[in-house]
């Protein structure tokens, strides 16, 4: 059991490591190439957001870092309550990795970048898919329970 709650804490941290990672990585590019690419309906270009998911908040970026922080130290402090299984464990890995991805964002650029923009919906990033599957994940996890 000791060993199934040490692998699962390696998973957790490898995967929100790597959110971290490939959302950092994603980003610098963007900023540095600034690309103008556009397929169909898919547009790859460098967005300055200051606000939060949809447009909301905007140029509230200290209320956002803030809520940012105290969101990922919940998520690590009361991992022990989360499931001791796979799903779980992935999920909130994915969710506290986007977290900090934008975090990092926010107090080092005083905004996100967003740089994923399919025309009907708001401009993203890796982060920010991260925290949409993992919400959208843990209702239906949580749901199904």
Do not use: C
Not at 29 to 36: A, C, D, L, T
Request: glycine share 6%.
């Amino acid at each position: 059991m000791l060993f199934k709650k040490y692998k699962l804490a390696v998973l957790f941290a490898a995967v929100s490591l790597g959110v971290i990672l490939i959302d950092q990585v994603s980003k610098y590019f963007i900023e540095v190439v600034k690309p103008q690419l556009q397929w169909s309906f898919l547009t790859l270009h460098y967005v300055q957001n200051t606000g939060a998911g949809f447009g909301i908040l905007q140029n509230h970026t200290g209320i956002l870092t803030a809520i940012s922080f105290v969101v990922a130290l919940a998520v690590v402090l009361l991992y022990k309550k989360i499931p001791p299984k796979k799903i779980p464990q992935l999920l909130f890995a994915l969710f506290l990795g986007g977290v900090l991805g934008n975090f990092i964002d926010r107090l080092w650029r005083g905004y996100v970048i967003d740089f994923i923009d399919l025309s009907f919906w708001p401009a993203f990033n890796v982060a920010d898919m991260a925290i949409s599957i993992a919400v959208i994940g843990l209702i239906v996890y949580f749901w199904k329970e």
